[in-house]
Each structure stands twice: as structure tokens, then as C-alpha cells.
């Protein structure tokens, strides 16, 4: 089948493309043409007119949770997909906190069998040690083989420096990142940040120095052992700056922020809706302007959601009883335009390079080329469209989310990947 | 004038002309305490649940009390937490008691924010008996009209509240309302049982127990939470006891009159030594009694509201 997308601005930071109203043709799924398109061209294919809409290389959240197996009603790997779908990604890495845990090939094909129909790549991250229980290293080398993009014990960190030192060393024989949730757990068990809200709220606090402690650990241990190590969900001010000082000296550390780290504070704690409660917990207005400052230098390298869907009666709880975490793929791409771009925190180029290029590249994934006789993977942004987050409409299988009811400005309108279309909310096989 | 507010969820909030009026109306219920008949039909046809997800005999018996000389109809609903997480959530259980058409609920529950929570999925008044660590106003309220009577006022006292801050809803209640009130506020206590930020709320820090007792009025004096995780804030009962418990040779050595308060139930020889806890200074059982009055006025108050 022929697709003509026409009129579109195309980016693509990478390839320094950055073309202004061409059209771009698709012939079962490749770009067959980008130019401007013939008559012949034209004759048969489905038209989508793009004028002013931007199309860029396909999205990757490179931290989700599918919740498959185990919490299937939660989210399964096909609502999952659904969801990433309509945020706008083309990919996503899924988080082995799952039940059992990936941290044996047959969870790993398990996954990739459930997702293997559908627009979205789905790349699962291994567990670092064995049912992320930090004592024993996971079986590194067969996870890799069946096609795991990282480690991680996400949920915790890896549980001792000894620990991590073996999974460092063993992962960097494939070049992969240890990608750690970094928090102490004897610090951490709390509700929220600590500070005065968490005193004023009466709600157990959780010190920012516990994630600090953890990033510092692992810094140190990725300077000491070579291997890759990728902070997730960064959320304080002095764990940017520790990031900062590690890329300085040319350490294998790379970083990722979330979009309510970047956008909310722990005021929204004072509802004690569970909805504002997440590990990391949100932070304070100096840590949220420490976010901004490392998207805009590059401290943080890639934006992800750590899309974290839980069933309704899970979080219409007791804040301190309630699970951390909110559905974050389909507001992700909408608050980074709102938040980021339109606020002249990031560029396009840059908002690109945090959404598809950097996560790829850590994850030593092929970032997606506009050329001919590659494969379309894009994303298509309509930067200018206001629209209001309404929960309902989202197609994942949960609705905990903070944002309800928020006016953002800039949206993904559609994705194109493995043969399919997905626009304004319709999904066609091309 | 009636109270601003349709619950009472904490004293963060409340304004000044509130808790003054919560305090005058409690005084007329304390004599209505004297009287041979103690009893007045003021919430005569009104349903009040006492929500009891932590056991509190002492909290429950006062609210109760108060409920019956107020000629209230009360039910008790007494459960543990854990027994709540099979199955039926907390929504589904309050939403069943309020299907039953109550008026208000007395709520206590480990967990702080429930009472808030409760007043967006119910419309009966909601009156905070504890929450977690966050705060237990009547107990503020039964505190500082014990001490207004005691010393004839609330505005430039200097009041300091002594034990485990961090782990205390009547800290916290308590320095919300005073300050509203106008009392000058410290708290005292091992530096691992004091927020970090408490300064922050406006109340002075300080670690010396004869210093706590030399520069106040007041003392309120918390109980330390033996069977709670408190013990990992120090090391040793013998230790806190030795630094931080009140004896009566540390009244006498710092010589003054002080008022000493404590919500109960005491552990002897912790916070207070025997001597202490049975001696001049400490009006524990009046404040018990105004307890049920001071309850009573905020029953009445909020149940005569709508």
C-alpha cells in the first residue's frame, strides 16, 4: 500500500535534515520517495495531509511498566503498546518488575510474542539479579541473547555495591547500561519528599540525600568498572549536578528525567490524592529547576515516563498505603512541548534527541533514518494543538494520572511503524 | 457565629474566632459536667459512627461520652487495618455507612489525610479524632482550653512540647493552634524526633530539657511510643529518661511553677517520673475531663451548623 504524507516539516536532528513542506512517500512501509510527489505518485496512495504538522524520527520511552505477566489488570504488553501508541512512541523499553520477573529468556519471548502484532517495538530491560532480589546477577548473557536492552532492578536499586560491581562488569561485555532506580532503601519508605509539606502533612518523608547516596554509589562504581551505568527518573538537584561532574570526566553515566519531575512539585501532595505519589517522590521548586537546567545542558539525556499504571481502587487509598506511580505515556510527549519547548527550556532538535535519539543510542538501539528504502518510523507532532487531558480517553488500561483536567499545548497526532498507521485515534495496516 | 467550616479535619486552618469559640462553648459544657444530670438534648435524632481503624479506648470513651450527653445516637466501628486491606477498600466501606444515613463521622485512622479523603466521598460532617502523624485537633483543643484555664489565657504564653515531635499528630495540632492563638511555641527533644524543617512552622528548637523547663510556661509532654518504631530513635529508654524525662528534681532545681500537660496515657518513668506524673504541676486527669466537654462543644457546633 502507497501512504503520502504531504506537506510535512521534517526533523531529524541526527541527520541535520530539517526540511520545511515536503511530502514524503511510503510504498508498504518504506520511504520510497521524500520530495515533492508526481501525479503517478500519488495515483492510489492514501493522502494525509500534514500542512504544519511535524514529522520526526518515532519516539522511544525507554522506561515503562507493562505489568505483563502478573498484573495483567493493570496493563497488559497489547493496552501498554496502546497507550505508548497514542503518546506518540514508536518503542518502548519495559521494566522487569514483573511477575515473575524478566530475568529468564522465556519472559523475555513471552513479551516480545505479545507485542510482536503491533505498531510499537517493545524492548524488555532484564532484570539485573535474579527476581531483582539483589543476591544473585541475573543470566546476563541469555537475556541478552533473547534481546533484553538493559538491566535493571527497577522498583529498587541493585541491592549491594558488590552486587552491582558483577553486574556492571558482566553487562559491559555487551555494551549494555545497568539502569538503576537509585534510592537507599534504609533511607527511603516513606510517602513524600521530605521537607515542611511532609512535616505539615504528617506523611513519612522521603529524604532527597536517599537518592543522592545511590546515584553517588553508582558513579563511582561505573568509574571504577567501565560499565554503563543510566540514572532513572532523576530527581534532585544535587544528583544532577553528580551526573554533570561524571560526563565532565568522560564517565559512562547517562541520566533520565520524568515529565512530572520537570513539571509538578510536592505542593500536589496536599490533596493527598495517591495520583501525586510516585518513587521518587516529587521534589521541591529548586530540584525542578535542577531538572530544567540538565535538560537544557545536557546533564539529562533522555525524557522518559516511567509509566507506572495501578488499578483505581489501588489508588483512590490512604496516601501512605496507596503504590507509587501514574500512567505517563500519553501525557509524556504533550507536557514536554508545554513544559520544555514552548517555554524555550528545549529546542525541537533537542526534545527529538531526549525522545528518540539519546534513549536508542544508550540502549544501542538503530535510531530510525529518513532515507529511502528505510523503514518509516516516525512521529507525527502537531506542536500548536491545545487540548485538555482527559482520562478517559486513555487507552491504557489504567487512569491514575495527576494531569486530568490539564491544558497542555502540543501533541502527537499520529505514528507510523511496522506497516502501521496509527492517526487521531485510528489504526490502519499500511 | 457559627464555625467556618463544616469539619474539622486539623487545626492548620482554623482560624482564631473558631478555636475561640469552640474553647467559650466548651466552658458551658463544663459545668453541664457538674451537674447531677449530665445531660442536654441538643443533638437529639442526630447519628454520629465513631470510625475507629486504630484502637484508642482513652480518644473513643471521651467522643463517646460527649456523643451521649449531647443525647446523640452513636455507633461504634471498630476495625484494624489490616483486616480492611482484604478485599473492601476504605471508599467502599465509608460509602456502605454513609448509605446508612449518619451525620457525622469521628474518624481515627493510621493514616494521615483519611479525614480530608472522607469529606469528598461523604456529606456527613467529618471530625478528625487522629490521623496518622498528622494531627488530632481535639486534642489541641482540650489542651489549650486546659491550659486557658489554668492560666487565664493563651496569647504570650510560652509553651514547649517535649518527646517525639516527628512522630506525634498532637505536636503538630498543637503548634498550629497556639500559634493562631498567639502562644509563643518551642518543641524539646532528642534532635532524631524533631522534623528537619520545623522551624519552618514558626516554633524554636531546642535540645536541653532544664532550658525547655527554665524558659516556659507550659510544658506539653508527649508520650514516647514504646511499641512503635520510636525506639529506633534513641538508644535507650534509660537514656531518654535520664536526658530528656521530667523528675521532680529538675522542676525543683529550675525552680518555677510550670504547667505540665500530657495527652496520656503516660509511661511512668520515661517522659514523667512517678512523682512527677502524681505531683503538683501536671493537671493530666483535669485535662481528661475537659476532654469530654471540649469534644461536646465541637459536636455541637458542627451538628447544629447545617
Not at chain 1, 29 to 50: F, H, N, P, V
Not at chain 1, 276 to 299: I, N, Y
Not at chain 2, 18 to 47: M, N, S, W, Y
Not at chain 2, 264 to 290: C, K
Request: aromatic fraction near 6%; glycine fraction near 6%.
Amino acid at each position: 500500500m502507497k501512504v503520502a504524507l504531504k506537506n510535512v516539516n521534517l526533523i531529524h536532528p541526527e541527520q541535520k535534515i530539517d526540511e520545511k513542506n515536503v511530502s514524503i512517500l511510503l510504498t508498504d512501509g518504506i520511504i520510497s520517495k521524500i520530495s515533492k510527489l508526481s501525479k503517478e505518485d500519488l495515483d492510489g496512495a492514501k493522502e494525509l495531509d500534514l500542512e504544519n504538522k511535524y514529522v520526526v524520527p518515532g519516539f522511544f520511552d525507554m522506561h515503562v511498566h507493562l505489568r505483563e505477566p502478573g498484573r495483567e489488570d493493570k496493563e497488559t504488553v497489547e493496552t501498554g503498546c496502546n497507550s505508548a501508541a497514542n503518546g506518540g512512541f514508536t518503542a518502548v523499553a519495559c521494566m522487569p518488575n514483573t511477575e515473575p520477573a524478566i530475568d529468564s529468556a522465556e519472559v523475555v519471548n513471552f513479551i516480545k510474542e505479545k507485542a510482536s502484532a503491533h505498531l510499537v517495538d517493545v524492548y524488555p530491560v532484564g532484570a539485573a539479579t535474579l527476581n531483582r532480589e539483589g543476591e544473585v546477577i541475573a543470566p546476563m548473557a541469555e537475556l541478552y541473547e533473547a534481546g533484553v536492552v538493559g538491566f535493571s532492578d527497577d522498583g529498587i536499586a541493585v541491592k549491594s555495591a558488590s552486587v552491582l560491581r558483577r553486574a556492571l562488569e558482566y553487562a559491559s561485555m555487551y555494551n549494555v547500561p545497568i539502569i538503576e532506580h537509585c534510592e537507599d532503601e534504609s533511607l527511603a519508605g516513606g510517602a513524600m519528599n521530605e521537607g515542611v509539606n511532609s512535616t505539615m502533612l504528617g506523611l513519612p518523608p522521603v529524604p532527597a540525600v536517599s537518592e543522592d547516596i545511590i546515584v553517588g554509589r553508582d558513579i563511582l562504581m561505573a568509574e571504577y568498572t567501565g560499565g554503563k551505568i543510566h540514572i532513572a527518573h532523576i530527581s534532585t538537584a544535587t544528583a544532577v549536578e553528580m551526573v554533570r561532574q561524571a560526563k565532565k570526566k568522560n564517565l559512562p553515566v547517562t541520566a533520565e528525567v520524568t515529565p512530572h519531575h520537570f513539571t509538578l512539585i510536592d505542593d500536589a501532595a496536599k490533596s493527598y490524592d495517591a495520583n501525586t505519589k510516585m518513587s521518587p517522590p516529587l521534589r521541591t521548586r529548586k530540584d525542578v529547576d535542577a531538572m530544567l537546567e540538565g535538560l537544557k545542558d545536557g546533564t539529562i539525556d533522555v525524557i522518559a515516563s516511567d509509566h507506572a499504571p495501578h488499578a483505581i481502587e489501588e489508588k483512590e487509598a490512604e496516601f501512605q498505603y496507596a503504590p507509587n506511580g501514574i500512567v505517563g505515556l500519553e501525557t509524556e510527549v504533550a507536557l514536554t512541548l508545554s513544559e520544555l519547548y514552548h517555554k524555550k527550556i528545549l529546542t525541537l532538535e533537542q526534545v527529538i534527541e531526549k525522545l528518540s535519539i539519546n534513549p536508542r543510542k544508550i540502549c544501542n538501539i538503530p535510531v530510525p533514518k529518513f532515507e529511502v528504502g528505510e523503514s518509516a518510523n516516525f512521529t507525527i507532532l502537531d506542536l500548536n494543538l491545545v487540548w485538555t487531558v482527559d482520562i478517559k480517553e486513555f487507552k491504557s488500561k489504567s487512569k491514575n494520572s495527576p494531569f486530568d483536567k490539564r491544558l497542555l499545548t502540543g501533541k502527537s497526532v499520529g505514528v507510523i511503524n511496522k506497516r502501521k498507521l496509527f492517526y487521531y485515534d485510528e489504526m490502519i495496516s499500511i | 457565629m457559627p464555625l467556618s467550616s463544616r469539619h474539622l479535619l486539623g487545626l492548620q486552618s482554623v482560624p482564631k474566632e473558631d478555636i475561640q469559640l469552640i474553647l467559650d462553648t466548651a466552658h458551658t459544657f463544663r459545668e453541664i459536667l457538674e451537674r447531677p444530670i449530665k445531660k442536654v438534648p441538643t443533638l437529639q435524632g442526630k447519628t454520629i459512627v465513631n470510625l475507629f481503624y486504630e484502637s484508642s479506648t482513652r480518644t473513643r470513651i471521651s467522643f463517646e461520652l460527649a456523643e451521649k450527653r449531647l443525647s446523640a445516637d452513636t455507633v461504634n466501628f471498630s476495625i484494624s487495618e489490616s483486616s480492611v486491606s482484604k478485599g473492601e477498600t476504605f471508599k467502599d466501606t465509608m460509602r456502605n455507612i454513609e448509605a446508612m444515613k449518619v451525620d457525622m463521622v469521628v474518624a481515627r485512622h493510621g493514616a494521615a489525610g483519611v479525614p480530608l479523603f472522607l469529606t469528598n466521598i461523604c456529606d456527613a460532617n467529618i471530625i478528625n479524632a487522629g490521623d496518622g502523624i498528622h494531627e488530632h485537633p481535639t486534642q489541641a483543643l482540650l489542651d489549650m482550653y486546659s491550659i486557658r484555664q489554668k492560666l487565664g489565657k493563651l496569647e504570650g504564653l510560652k509553651v514547649c512540647i517535649v518527646g517525639d515531635v516527628a512522630h506525634s499528630r498532637v505536636a503538630l495540632s498543637n503548634i498550629f493552634g497556639l500559634i493562631t492563638m498567639g502562644a509563643k511555641v518551642s518543641v524539646c527533644g532528642p534532635s532524631t524526633m524533631i522534623p528537619r524543617y520545623i522551624q519552618k512552622l514558626g516554633v524554636e528548637v531546642i535540645h536541653n530539657i532544664d532550658e525547655a523547663i527554665q524558659e516556659n510556661n507550659v510544658l506539653n509532654v508527649l508520650r514516647i511510643q514504646l511499641e512503635r518504631k520510636a525506639k529506633e530513635y534513641f538508644p535507650s529508654i534509660r537514656e531518654y529518661a535520664k536526658y530528656f524525662g521530667i523528675t521532680q528534681e529538675r522542676l525543683d532545681k529550675n525552680g518555677k511553677d510550670i504547667l505540665l500537660l500530657h495527652p496520656g496515657p503516660i509511661n511512668r518513668g520515661v517522659e514523667l517520673s512517678s512523682e512527677v506524673a502524681d505531683g503538683s504541676n501536671q493537671i493530666i486527669l483535669y485535662q481528661v475531663t475537659n476532654g469530654v466537654a471540649v469534644r461536646m462543644a465541637v459536636l455541637y457546633l458542627l451538628g447544629t451548623l447545617n
